[in-house]
């Protein structure tokens, strides 16, 4: 009753209706193109109506049906099968974050130089995301340059799974590699179906796309009883309208349309949803993250909210160069809002250019503002015992609570001192060379990045995982 607990919210409960209202005559009218044969006859049966052109046109009712038939909470475990957290209408649910996502290439935490991205670039990420405390999940970080790509999915899960013991977010860029990467996990981490440990990532098409190997992914994410994550991507003014609200209706439509896929595969099947919004720079030819891209995720996660729904949403990773100044208003807006907000995950972290570099400065710098925003999240007490009423009677007016009961008891639980720059007077901060808060921060990812270290098992998880991709291409 006394907690102060700030928050954003964005759409009023009459929008949130508004929105559906809008992404019904959507589906209704417009339709979502299903190229997969097995999808349509699936909608076809859902009494969808499927047109000549492979539009499927999915009637309200049937929207209305799968959102109620679709779990409001998903539970995540780790590696070892204990509780990692939940995503959802939960009271324990809140945002979760995580390190990845894709990338081609990695940039040296010393130099800022580029290189393509490998597999032990791959081992980096999940090892910082061990060593990390505010992140909950690693998403995979990168596709791998140095190996094949017929097997890149495959070794690069085994990297993931052997360095951390947190819930992974696999995304698998060789769509026939899939069911394989799959395998692999359960072979070296047993059946995932009862404690996910595991999410696999897919997504459509914008606009109003539901390809064939997303909808061939679903149905094996299904078929193991996995929760999945089924988020889209959409370039306000390319991809999807350039107007927000445009964005938001056409957008929430299409997870609409993956929502009903998925309860017609299985009735029940967990999944999360959610969007990626990003403008488009006409100049540049770029996607870019706005402060209407950053209102666009909060919206969605209350959209999802509005239903019951697990959400999934962006994670800030963009525009940056670099540790640098145009990363760290991305990750502010990002994860303080998301926090502030009702986003369910973050799973992104840690992408320069567009997504397209892996830093690992980036990433430890982010942990930071994520810690910070918790902070700032979590609020403060108000009641009796804080206000201390007692306290302030017997300091007096000109008195001084520096030697009061509360300060000598609660002095050490201020986490206000930050683990990368330490607080100087000016006199200390000229003593140690005028240094500067980027040099801080490239010592201190060093300082981590020398002693990052694997879990224990690492090695008995890497010799039967190797093992196991051997035999596949037997």
Known sequence: MGAVSPSINCLTRDQCTRVHDYSLKILSDVGVRVDSNAARTLFAQGDCRVLPDNRVLIPPERVQWAIQNAPDSVNIYDRSGNPAFTVGQHPQSQTRFGIGVTNLHYQDPATDCIAPFSIAHAATAARLAQRLNQFDMLSTPGIAQDISQQT?????????????????????????????????????????????????????????????????????????????????????????????????????AELLAGLVFAQLVKPGSPVILGSLPAGFDMKSMMSLYTPHTMLLNLACAEMMAHYGLPHSGTSG??????????????????????????????????????????????????????????????????????????????????????????????????????????????????????????????????????????????????????????????
């Not at 010799?463 to 051997?470: E, T, V």
């Open 152 to 252: 890149a999915d495959l070794h690069t899960t085994l990297a993931m799974a052997a360095n951390t013991t947190k819930p992974l977010v696999v995304l698998v860029s060789e769509h026939s590699r899939f069911g394989p990467v799959l395998d692999l996990i359960e072979h070296i981490n047993g059946r995932l179906t009862e404690r996910p440990s595991a999410i696999p990532y897919v997504n459509p098409i914008s606009p109003l796309v539901l390809n064939n190997e997303t909808a061939e992914k679903m149905m094996m994410a299904i078929d193991r009883g996995l929760p999945f994550i089924f988020n889209n991507y959409g370039m306000s003014g390319a991809t999807t309208p350039i107007t927000p609200g445009g964005t938001l209706a056409l957008l929430n």
């Open 317 to 474: 990773s963009g525009p940056g160069w670099g540790p640098d100044l145009l990363a760290s208003g991305g990750f502010w807006m990002n994860h303080f809002s998301s926090l502030l907000g009702k986003v369910g995950l973050a799973p992104f972290v840690g992408g320069n250019f567009d997504s397209l570099v892996f830093s690992p400065a980036a990433v430890v710098y982010a942990d930071e503002v994520i810690r910070l925003s918790r902070m700032f999240a979590v609020g403060f007490e108000l009641d009796d015992a804080a206000v201390a009423h007692d306290e302030i009677r017997s300091t007096g007016p000109g008195g001084s609570f520096l030697m009061s009961g509360l300060t000598c008891r609660l002095f050490r639980q201020m986490p206000y001192e930050s683990p990368i720059w330490p607080s100087m007077t000016l006199d200390q901060w000229l003593a140690k060379g005028s240094t500067t808060a980027d040099g801080a921060l490239r010592e201190h990812v060093l300082q981590i990045i020398d002693g990052l270290e694997p879990p224990g098992d690492h090695d008995e998880l890497m010799d039967r995982g190797r093992r196991f991709i051997d035999t596949m291409g037997k």
